[in-house]
Structure formats: C-alpha cells, structure tokens
C-alpha cells in the first residue's frame, strides 16, 4: 500500500503509561522503536523529546477516557496530531498487547487509514466542560426532588397532588415549616398561596399525615444538598458567560431559530465549535451527531435503520429543542413532524425533525452565517381571506337563499348530511355558509391517513327541491362568478349530492 507518512508514531496510552512506537519508512522494511515511557509531565516531556529525536511529523492515539488528554495538550503543537476511535482501529482478537497496539496504530497512520476524530479548541472544550457539568447537576437536583416526593410519601403527606412544583414557593415554605418542627395541618395550610387551584379543604386534608424525627432529618438533608446545586448552577451560569464571549455572536444567532432556548444554543456552540471548516456539509454534522440512520445492509435488503450510538450531549439537546419547535403552528418543522409521525411513529418524526432544517441552520449559525427563515405553509393573504361566518362571494348566488342572499350569513340551523372524502387542502376556505361548510381545515397529507371532510346543510334548505349538480358545470360556474382555483382544488371535493335552494 502507499505510505502516506513515512516518519509517523503510534500511542497507546494507558492511566500509568505510554508505549510509543516510531515508524521509519525506507527503502526497505519499515524501521519501528517501541518505547514505554510514564504518564507523568516528566515522563511526557521525555516522550516529546524522544519523538522529536527521530523527525517524527504525525502521532497518532487512541480516545480512552481521558487518559489521552495530558498526552494531547503536551504534544500539541510540536507534531501533527491524531485522535482515532478506539471502535475503529481495534486490531484482531487473541492477539492484543500493548506493543501491538502501538505497531498497529503506527502501521494503520503510515497509509492514511485512521480518520482523526474532531477535537475542539482548548476556548471550547473549557466551555464544554462547563455546560456538561451544568446537565449533570441539573439532573441531579432532579433526583434530589424525586427523594423528597417520596419521603413526603412515607409520611402521608400529598403535597404533590396539591401543588404541581413541590420545590416551587409554597413548597419550599411548607418543606421549611416541616423540617422546623411543625406538623399542625393549619400551620402548614397557612404556608402555601392562596393562588393555588386547590380548595383550602383539599390543601388540609393533603398535609394531614404521620411526620417522625426520621422524615424531617432526610427532608433536611436533600434540601441542603439543592441548595447546594443550586448555588453551584448559578456559578456556572457565571462562568460559561465569560466562556461565552468568544462565541457570543453564533449563540444569538442559533437562539433565533425554533425550539433552542439561549441555555440550548450555549450547548450547541460548546459542543461543536464555530470552526464548520471540520464539517464539510451539513451532513457531514448529522452524521458526526449520531442523528442518521445507521448502516446496516446485507444482501442487498437494509436490516436496521436505528441511530448510532454517541453523541449523547448534542442529540438529546437538539431533540429536546425539536419538540419545542413543532409546537409552532404553521411551521414547516410542525408540518413535518406530523406527514411523518402518521407512518412512521413519534419518535422516528421527531428525530427527522431533528436532523433536517435544525442541522442544517445549526451548520450556518455556528458558521456565523444567518440562519434561513424558517418555512411556513402557504396561506390566502389577509386581504383575500373570508371573513369568519360568511360565504365566499362566488358561492353567495347559488347556495344561498332569497332572505340571505345579500349578506351570505349563517341564521339557520345546520344539519349533518353524509361525509364525503376529499383530497384537497383546503377545498372552500371558510365557507360557512347556510348550504356547505368544510369544518375538517387538515393539511392535507399524502401518505397520513385520510380523515373524510363533514358536510352541514341548512334545515331550511333540506326542505327545498333536491337537484343532481355534476362537478364540471359548478366548476365552470364558479368560475364565472370569480372564484379563483386556490379556493376549490380538487373535483373530488364535490363529487357528491349537493343541496340547493
């Protein structure tokens, strides 16, 4: 094979130790010097020396835990550096020691076989560093919740059924007046808000319950412990400030788009940096997420369409992030979500909506690039729109009667008649007239599953003659009258029975 780096060196870097071989490409076999040398600054010192000794231009190591950073910040900016996944350089099974791993990490840099992993600048492995700690403690200030909710529990007492945020203001009151001492149900009552959608009877009966000495000294210690937590989010929230700066321009520019909150858009930037120099296309960042389907083939058939594992930090962000975002209504991402949630379930949906416009905006914003708007259904401008309870103009003439026809309004009662199927987005927009109303307004979606379009008739009009109306002669006539074909679409919208004054 070709050698791409003919004077390359091969890590294996373990808690205690290093072992370092050196691979010199020559005219004939390849010279390689294996080396073990300590994971201390001295030792690592010795071992930049000893690399240096023999012109050596490109490292590689493998990624374990964190063993591999004292190596990395030493060398870096003396030799060309390499971080490889362990997962993708593992050499043959039964023949693993760590002088072959040197050799083989060595051999594999030599003819460009290991693709370097992406390693952030120091600015922004700090500020990950930062927000990483900030989920976790998070996360753990949640548990600590969860452990008073069942202490409450074990003494009877339902606060949580009451109050929707035990650690809320009345909460905290009625927890510090337990912990103080008292256990009087109206003392405690007198603790929580008057706000509260629950009665004052309720709200007794709820703190009435069986507090011992062993309840209040575990209240007190997990209250302590969230204090805790709580002061240390707060001096984090300080700090990635700070660490921020740098990058405070992509952080506004990623909060602008649906669903990433300023705290969502921080993670975003300390995850993967603003250099997308390192990411080719947009794809090349969902793949680097683990938000793409695996692959997974074989005989031509695909056998698995699962994510890969990984990047649990920025996919559990930009999923959480995703499921705000369709809650826009009108959106894209909302319309999205829903065409394929009908076929392929939620959790499939959602990951799509993930990966698609988020990545790619994401890509541009990091990139200090603004971010595309965000894309909308198409709608009938204000101006063209019909106003709530009034029929379009175009249908006034046929489907109204004599005492209605001037303001087209809805006086009469209206009566189901048989459901007839459409195919159309919106076949008459607001047409609410005392004759025809479409009242399922749906997107229509191609492969959702379809949802038949209720008629309602007028009771004064059920008593009037029934008359055949084919669809090509109400086409034509509405025509006539003005009716554009953005209000009717589809001829299958009236392929029915019709009821006319």
């Known amino acids: 094979m070709e050698v791409i780096y003919p004077r390359c060196a091969g890590l294996d870097v373990h808690k205690q130790t290093v072992v370092a071989c050196v691979r010199i490409a020559g005219d004939g ?25 023999f012109g050596v231009e490109v490292v590689a190591m493998e ?33 693993k020691t760590d002088v072959n791993d040197a050799m083989w990490l060595a051999d594999l840099l030599a003819h460009g076989l290991i693709r370097a992993s992406f390693v952030p600048p120091v600015a922004v ?7 990483r700690t900030r989920k976790q403690f998070v996360r753990e200030r949640g548990a600590h919740v969860l452990r008073i909710d069942k202490v409450l529990e074990d003494a009877n ?26 256990d009087d149900p109206e003392y ?19 703190l009435r319950g069986r507090i011992s000495a062993h309840h209040r000294f575990m209240l007190k210690l997990h209250l302590s412990h969230i204090d805790a937590l ?6 984090i929230e300080k700090e990635v400030a700070l660490g921020l700066e740098p990058f405070r321009q992509a952080a506004k520019l990623l909060s602008t788009m649906p669903g990433l909150s300023s705290v969502s858009a921080h993670v975003v930037v300390a995850e993967i940096g603003i250099d997308m120099s390192r990411f080719a296309t947009p794809g090349h960042l969902l793949s680097w997420a683990c938000l793409c389907p695996r692959n997974d083939e074989s005989a031509g058939k695909r056998r698995s369409t699962r994510l890969r594992r990984g990047g649990k930090w920025l996919k559990t962000t930009l999923i959480q992030a995703a499921w705000s975002a369709i809650k826009v209504k009108g959106s894209y991402l909302q319309a999205q979500f829903h065409r394929l949630r009908a076929r392929r379930g939620a959790k499939k949906a959602i990951v799509a909506v993930a990966a698609s416009d988020g990545m790619k905006q994401t890509h541009r914003a990091a990139a200090a690039d603004p971010p595309l708007p965000v894309r909308q259904r198409p709608s009938i401008p204000q101006d063209e729109r019909t106003p709530r309870g009034e029929a379009p103009k175009a249908l006034r003439g046929w489907f109204t009667s004599p005492a209605h026809a001037s303001t087209g ?20 927009r607001n047409a609410c007239s005392p004759v025809a109303r479409i009242s399922s307004m749906r997107p229509y979606c191609r492969s959702a599953r379809r949802r038949p379009a209720r008629r309602w008739v007028s009771s004064d009009c059920s008593l009037a003659t029934m008359r055949r109306l084919d669809t090509t002669s109400f086409m034509q006539a509405a025509s006539e009258r003005g009716m554009s074909g953005r209000r009717i679409r589809s001829s299958a919208t009236f392929s029915g029975r019709i009821t006319l004054r």
Not at 30 to 51: H, I, K, N, Y
Request: aromatic share 4%.
């Open 157 to 182: 007492l339902k606060l949580g059924v009451v109050l929707t945020d035990i650690m809320g203001k009345s909460g905290r009151a009625v927890l510090q007046a337990i912990v103080d001492g008292h």
């Open 409 to 428: 309004t809805r006086k009469s009662r209206l009566i189901p008649t048989p459901s007839v199927p459409t195919r159309s987005r919106n076949c008459v």
């Open 230 to 235: 709580d002061k240390a989010i707060a001096d």
């Open 29 to 53: 076999p390849p010279l390689q010097q294996v080396r073990t040398f300590d994971t201390t600054t001295s030792g690592l010192l010795a071992l930049a020396d000893w690399l240096e000794s």
């Open 63 to 95: 990624a374990t835990g964190v063993y591999w950073k004292p190596v990395w910040h030493v060398l870096e900016g003396h030799f060309e550096l390499v971080l490889a996944n362990a997962a993708h350089v593992k050499n043959v099974p039964g023949r």
């Open 125 to 131: 492995q700090e500020l990950r560093a930062l927000t």
């Open 188 to 206: 405690l009552a007198g603790c929580v808000n008057t706000r509260v959608k629950a009665s004052r009877a309720d709200v007794l009966e709820a």
